[in-house]
């Protein structure tokens, strides 16, 4: 018979040891990625954190701050235009500025006067109480109770934020108190002048007040950022040869005339608006300032630092659409143009 074979008895042992051996490499190379990609992470965070510190230490650049409109006159050159500018011409070159007057309207009415200029980029010099025959009692005075009415119809009207627009350049609330013709035989007194604009700066404190005047007549008024901010000055040809001495007269020469005048003004502590008649301040008087001479004190008056504004008495169509006061304005366009904006304050 035949020995029979007995099964190996090793095969197995040898089995579960290559089993023990498979997984030890398995195990094994697991440790392995897990240890590259553990290393990796720790690699890019230290990258990262490298970059981080480098930007904590580089300067930041800061943020442009928001553009604030400049209050009454932002943006460059002098604005310039006729008084009671139709709001339809807003917007028509050459004209930038206006005096307009608010006094015949209401609050909603004014407000969208406002808004139009406004929107057509027209710098205003406004005016709440109109001419003085509005505030001048039975004997022709003046009445400040009146006036004080009349500003108080426009206490909702928010002239401080047009002011801080841009839009509003001042608020002239009364024009000639030098002249007694005006005023029942006297004068305004300066401190009727400083209680009346006074009142308005305790209602609206940023938006400039001024009077139309000669700043001589001013002098002594003590003036400050409390009351009275500017005199708007008239000029006509009749002021060149006006007796020397008198009060407003500088001269027969309109470069001493609007040298006196600048002087004085800053004398007084007064802004200053000037203004050309072109309709009645000609030679001989009452007739109307020619082209020549409109290029000649426009320019003039237009180049002048102190200046924050420029106007003329006042908007008529036929003279101002001659093709020669046309050339004119376009020459007075082109010196306010370079002319640094300036509010109208000292």
Known sequence: MATEIPPNSSKPAHHLMAVV????????????VYSVVTVKNMLDSLATNSVQGQDSNRPRRKPSPTPIPSPGGGGAGLPFGPYHLPTTVYGTSPYTGAFLD??????????????????????LVISLTGGGGNYRDSNSNFSYSLFKS???????????????????????????????????G????????????AYLKSIWPSVPTGVGSNPAFLSGGGWTSGDLDFVSVPFTQVKLNCRPGRVGCYGSDVNQWVSGVMADAKSDNLGVVLSINVLNGGTPNGTSITAADLQTYGTLFASQPQACALTFWKWDDAYFSQSDIQAALSAIAATASTHTAKTCTP
Do not use: C, H, R
């Open 186 to 197: 006297e004068t305004i007194a300066l401190s009727d002048i400083k209680q009346a604009a």
């Open 102 to 123: 608010l006094s015949k309207m209401s609050v909603s009415t004014a407000t969208n006067a406002l808004e139009t200029a406004k929107a057509k980029k027209v710098k």
């Open 150 to 184: 009349l500003v108080d119809n426009f206490k909702s009207l928010d002239l401080t934020n047009y002011f801080n627009d841009g839009v509003v350049l001042g608020n002239m609330f009364m024009d000639e108190p030098q002249d007694p013709s005006n005023w029942g």
């Open 21 to 32: 051996a498979l997984v030890a490499s398995l195990f094994s190379l697991v440790i392995s």
